[in-house]
């Protein structure tokens, strides 16, 4: 009974926005071109796989401090951060861990080789185009660390002639100034942009003393040149700055704040051209780095500790589309990577260089009501040998109109995740380790009403084997690690159901999800940690004129955790969250927009132990024109 309240509750308002007539003022915004599902550009309602995009009207407006702030607003995207600004975030999706997200900027992977996933505290949206988000396995096209979700940031490209500034400001001191110049002219463009972004934040751990501050400064540069059928282009983002932080929220170590500096850095060089009619060829040279700095006093109160994490990844990639037939693709290429990790940590090293290579084939067929996706994948390891993955993918039109149509979706997949140098070379390591593994069952039902509106509703089931978990071992040396050790002991595994809902037109937006799973341990029998079993979002904005007004909400229910001081099992209660927005354009490519959020003022966590944000305000004043 109640997951029929659940979901009644959240198709009210659709109910109340849906419109059987299509209007005049209804527009054809709610299909983005995506190209992370499949390696190909295709229209987000042609795509099988479940996928949320956030474009850029929907980043202005948010706000955000962060990716990770624009990533919450979607039911099944659960996030954990400690803290506020700048403080380490981690991203679950459909239940999966922290590090089986895959992130990309531009296509270049930034999970480091250590631990945990991608840096999303450290991505500024100013600096975002759009973001694609597909759920379920993808390790057939990008490898390892794909088994929950892939994540791809699409940064600021070059336009014509434009010149864009912003100021933002609001609570905990955050003060952060843009600025955008670019052009187009002929067969050449470019792009340029930095981000200075401050705050003083506040007190991570709840019982600590001081603010947590947090600098950053952004960098994003990219240029392009046509000769004929040959597409050259380079991009740089270069994220550095500091973290203000606690080493433990336990009182037993004395809550002792410390710093890190952080760098996190993508270089790309990519060269694309048709060498034939039907055959589309692209060589992408990239190179990414993740490195954090530890340089304050410790939990354990001694001098300065010189620990360090870097990862450095110099990557070829190699992507072939072969226009079969109409309505045929055939995409297949190889990618290769040198993986070099350099680390240390109370006083143990690590310094590993990794070989990974991996080649991939894909086929998609689009025929009248049947639509398919089959692809398949080899992947050489240094450490870990040959991983096979694959994908298969299957949507069949039940009813077919010009704006209308309902279609059934059927897919399976795998993924695999191997084990960070942290895992075998860090606290507890064990070389010994065998990857994580993933398989995922899903079916659905998408329906696009009319040019405005769309629903899409999937009931999935993910297992994970080989999890790896540090635990207590009585038979290791007691002088190593404590006599702790990585060991693949876990299984888990994820059934849910979830509904999205989106509505565009002239005046209105509105965008709603929910989801309903049960992310189990299955050793132990236990809801996995930091992952709530049921969740709801929405997002309705209203223009009128030259102004607007935007209104999100978020509920969630209890998730279990681990108390930060004594270790032992507790929960973060359930919470719900309410921001306002509000702008208005000034003229002469002028705006002003406000926003508060928490505006219920609760007090909740997302990470036993530390404090979130209560009731804070910004506003951001913007201009955009041209040269």
Known sequence: MKSVLFFATLLAPCIAVAQPVVTAAETTALDPVIVTASRTAEAQSQSLAATIVIDRAQIEAAQANDVADLLRFNAGLDIGRTGGPGQTTSLFVRGGNSNHTLVLIDGVRVNPATAGGAALQNLTPEMIERIEVVKGPRSTLYGSDALSAVINIITRRPDAAVIEASARGGSYGTADASARIADKAGRYGFSLQTEQQRSDGFAACIGGDGDSGYRNNSVNLSGNAEFGATRLEARVWNAQGKTEYFDSCSPNFGLNPTAQDFRNQTLALAASTALTKNWASTLTLSRGEDRIRQYAVNAFNTPPAPDFVRTLRPALDWQNTLTLAPGALLVFGA?????????????????????????????????????????????????????????????????LRPLYKTTFIASAGTGFRVPDASDRFGFGGNPNLRPERARNYEVGLRQRYGAAQTWDLRAFRSDLSNLISVQFDPANDPNVDFGFRAVNVNRARNEGIELSYRYEDADWSAQLSGIMQNPKDRNADTQLLRRARRSASAQLTRRLGRYFIEIDTLATSDRPDLDAASGAPTKDSGYVLLNLGAGVKLGRGWSLSARAENLLDRDYQTAAGYRQPGLSGYATLRYAGHL
């Open 335 to 399: 990618n290769a990577a040198d993986e070099r990790v350099d680390a240390l940590s109370f006083g143990s090293g690590i310094h590993q260089n990794t070989e990974i290579y991996n080649g991939f084939v894909q086929g998609k067929l689009d025929r009248g009501r049947h639509h398919a996706l089959l692809a398949g994948s080899v992947l050489d390891h240094e450490a870990f040998g040959s991983r096979y993955t694959w994908n298969a993918e299957y949507g069949y039109d039940l009813y």
